[in-house]
């Protein structure tokens, strides 16, 4: 089992930037993948980035080029690195870790860009 508590959330201006962090409850070398999600009122929660245990990212098309996955082994932390924010990124942001072929979730993170 794994923990995930999600921090780093707030309000900030478009264009701005804010840096999400994802703490785990165990040594995240051990988790196969972790990933962002989003879910913005009334919508269906979506994906936005993961990392491997290899270090290997993928972002959505969205995000790509705006956003970075990064982990920190060491303080068992992901972060996500949202830059050039956009009103449309206002969401509830999860944490989410595949341990052993099952989903784990952290309690969100609420991020708002004004416009």
């Known amino acids: 089992q794994v923990q995930l508590v999600e921090s780093g959330g707030g309000l900030v201006q478009a264009g701005g930037s804010l840096r999400l962090s994802c703490t785990a409850s165990r040594d995240i070398r051990s988790i196969f993948l972790m990933a962002w999600y989003r879910q913005a009122p009334g919508k269906q929660r979506d994906f936005v980035a993961t990392?491997?245990?290899?270090?290997?990212?993928n972002y959505a098309d969205s995000v790509k080029g705006r956003f970075t996955i990064s982990r920190d082994t060491f303080k068992n932390t992901v972060y996500l690195q949202m830059d050039s924010l956009k009103p449309e990124d206002t969401a509830v942001y999860y944490c989410n870790a595949d341990l052993f072929a099952r989903l784990y979730w952290g309690q969100g993170t609420q991020v708002t860009v004004s416009s």
């Open positions: 990392i491997t245990s290899g270090d290997i990212t």
